[in-house]
T-cell receptor, first 115, second 113 residues
């Protein structure tokens, strides 16, 4: 069965500083990987996805992530954090059984941005 | 294009009652999935429907059920509510192929007292 680990429950960064959120996955085949962001009281918004090809993927809001098969990681990065980036971030791996579409999520990383 | 719409946004129910939540997917999307989000268990997959057929099911008791209509709208039902069913229920839609990303609604916050 697939699983996702986000080792950091909370992260605090200063506005303008760089950010890296860690994600490790376990999946038997080539994974489909996603990062979502959730603001309080809202649903999840897709930041970026990796299916195949270039291991560095660009997403919305200036985020990027790098797929490293040897480390089973898919870390999310942003060069300069804005106060509006404060939210909870979820990494997810896709399992496509029976032609269906099912995501397994990590436990999330709560990002706080200090002004 | 309108996003995924979930109704109602908030619900308060009593133990033992049943509840129905509704989800309207993005126009053209044929797959609808449901997830439960709680502080203790995080985001857990409930089930997925595609063209009115359940394609995947998570590890939830039979009290949790769903269906999808011919216009792709979906409902989920929880019978005999328990306190532990209090959660944010999120609906997500996608085009349907296995690698199509999920687009989530803002959820229905269910509180069971």
């Amino acid at each position: 069965a697939q699983s996702v680990t986000q080792p950091d429950i909370h992260i605090t960064v200063s506005e303008g500083a760089s950010l890296e959120l860690r994600c490790n996955y376990s999946y038997g085949a080539t994974p489909y990987l996603f990062w979502y962001v959730q603001s309080p009281g809202q649903g999840l918004q897709l930041l970026l996805k990796y299916f195949s090809g270039d291991t560095l993927v660009q997403g919305i809001k200036g985020f990027e992530a790098e797929f490293k098969r040897s480390q089973s990681s898919f870390n999310l990065r942003k060069p300069s954090v804005h106060w509006s980036d404060a939210a909870e971030y979820f990494c997810a791996v896709g399992a496509f059984t029976g032609g269906g579409n099912k995501l397994t999520f990590g436990t999330g990383t709560q990002l706080k941005v200090e002004l | 294009k309108a996003g995924v719409t979930q109704t109602p946004r908030y619900l308060i129910k009593t133990r033992g009652q049943q509840v129905t939540l509704s989800c309207s997917p993005i126009s053209g999307h044929r797959s609808v999935s449901w997830y439960q989000q709680t502080p203790g268990q995080g985001l857990q997959f409930l089930f997925e429907y595609f063209s009115e057929t359940q394609r995947n099911k998570g590890n939830f008791p039979g009290r949790f059920s769903g269906r999808q209509f011919s216009n792709s709208r979906s409902e989920m039902n929880v019978s005999t509510l328990e306190l532990g069913d209090s959660a944010l229920y999120l609906c997500a839609s996608s085009m349907g192929p296995a690698n199509s990303p999920l687009h989530f609604g803002n959820g229905t916050r269910l509180t069971v007292t």
